[in-house]
């Protein structure tokens, strides 16, 4: 697939995404730039003439008139078309005449025939989102590769889990690495059920499809699919200009994705500090003027996203009030923000799988780190040990007493405990006290999560 220029719509510049490198030069800046707004909006406005002619609604040599015309978006200037877009309020009003132009006379009369200009910018912003969620399944597709290799490699790698910031139990990076792709596999199902429900749209002026009717169509209801199937979308049921199921179910997959992503990326931000240093992406970013620094910016890229996304997804969501047939702001509210929301998240896909195939695991620093509470990590294992032969209160009563004294004194737990009357003979302090032998069930959970397609 060739992904065109993206362009911003004035004259003599191009979106070079200066401060947006969270979806520089990736697919999603691609399938979603201007040109490729006017390529999806001139294939919309072909498959319409294609559609009629197919159903006998036009003549077949107008379809492939209309058709070659659309074939070259070069000769349609986004920065034209965005100026003169202010006087009718959207792109497609100026497209349409000078698509009408360029078509033989004979022929222009079938350019847009029927058609709302809703019609079109909501079926080439549902084509334009189906050829940028393709290859952000893609790297979902990758990341999740990576996470399913990270999860079995570390089934048993044990570390320090951490609740409220703070040591609690020991758990292994398997597990962690299995949670992460647990929640890459559901961000994937849910944009793949969007993906493959993306509908045309089709209805005229108000719904009723009635232009075509008046134009000489004998069913009009069979000419939403017709168009649907030219495009390769799914057919709706009913026209959807004020009906905004399709930008909802888009905003509500994309802001999960990129919370998902951000999961991962929150967990590794903190992982790789410097003081804990367990993980490290595989090529950190420098410095300006700090040589020694490998900062970790796929996933610092990654934690942008999550925390842009909801807000985009919220003025979406508001936009589902939407008044009478066709609303007034409503709809041209959506545009930006969605395609800010398909290109952040659609980026943010690609640092993820550069992120997780490159990441560095540290198991020996996760092991010495299980130690730096000196036992206290398995007071959890410890109580439960002791309870049935001290009683439960005096096991809880010891635990703390000795807690306290191994961090006062800078000694192991185990010791503490060896020299409390009854203890050292009663339990194997040994064992107790290995982190690495109270990770619970987290080897079967990681096979079970890894049994997940």
């Not at 040109?35 to 319409?48: C, G, N, Q, S």
């Not at 790297?139 to 040591?167: I, K, W």
């Not at 508001?318 to 969605?338: I, N, Q, T, V, Y």
Request: charged share 20%.
């Amino acid at each position: 697939m060739t992904h065109p220029a993206q362009d911003t719509g004035r004259p003599g510049e191009q979106d070079a995404a200066l401060l947006a490198p969270g979806w520089a030069a990736s697919p999603a800046g691609a399938a979603t730039s201007d040109t490729a707004y006017v390529r999806a909006l001139l294939d919309a406005e072909a498959a319409l003439t294609l559609a009629q002619a197919a159903l006998g609604q036009a003549p077949a040599a107008a379809a492939r008139a209309v058709t070659e015309a659309a074939a070259d978006p070069g000769r349609f200037d986004p920065a034209e078309l965005a100026a003169q877009a202010r006087a009718g309020g959207n792109p497609v009003i100026p497209l349409v005449g000078a698509l009408t132009r360029a078509v033989p006379k004979a022929h222009a009369p079938y350019v847009h025939r029927g058609a709302t200009s809703q019609d079109i910018m909501d079926t080439a912003t549902m084509l334009v989102a189906a050829r940028t969620l393709d290859p952000l399944l893609a790297d979902l597709a990758r990341t999740e590769e990576a996470l399913a290799r990270l999860a079995a490699a570390h089934r048993d790698t044990a570390m320090p889990g951490r609740t409220l910031t703070q040591h609690a139990v020991p758990t292994t990076f398997g597990l962690k690495a299995a949670g992460w792709r647990s929640l890459i596999l559901d961000a994937r199902d849910r944009v793949r059920a969007v993906r493959d429900t993306l509908p045309a749209q089709l209805g005229g002026a108000a719904g009723t499809l009635a232009a075509f009717t008046a134009y000489g169509a004998e069913d009009a209801t069979a000419l939403p699919a017709a168009y649907a199937s030219e495009l390769g979308l799914a057919a709706p049921l009913l026209p959807w200009h004020t009906l905004r199921t399709p930008i909802a179910d888009l905003a509500g997959c994309l802001a999960f994705t990129a919370g998902a992503l951000g999961k991962l990326a929150a967990d590794v931000l903190v992982l790789a500090r410097t003081e804990i240093a367990e993980l490290a992406e595989g090529s950190g970013g420098g410095s300006s003027t700090m040589p020694h620094k490998a900062n970790p910016v796929r996933a610092t890229l990654l934690a942008a996203a999550a925390r842009r996304a909801p807000g985009l997804a919220a003025t979406l969501y508001g936009s589902l009030a939407a008044e009478d047939e066709r609303p007034a702001g409503a709809w041209h509210a959506e545009w930006e923000p969605l395609r800010d929301l398909l290109r952040l998240t659609g980026g943010a896909a690609r640092d993820a799988a550069e992120l997780t195939e490159g990441l560095k695991v540290r198991a020996d620093t996760m092991r010495r780190h299980l130690g730096l509470t000196h036992g206290l990590i398995v007071s959890e294992r410890l109580s439960a040990a002791l309870a049935p032969v001290l009683g439960r209160a005096r096991a809880k009563e010891l635990l703390t007493d000795a807690a306290r004294r191994a961090w006062a004194e800078d000694r192991p737990l185990a010791a503490v405990l060896a020299e409390e009357p009854g203890v050292k003979d009663a339990v194997d302090l040994g064992d107790l006290t290995d982190p690495a032998h109270y990770t619970g069930s987290a080897g079967a959970l990681t096979d079970r999560a890894l049994e997940r397609r």
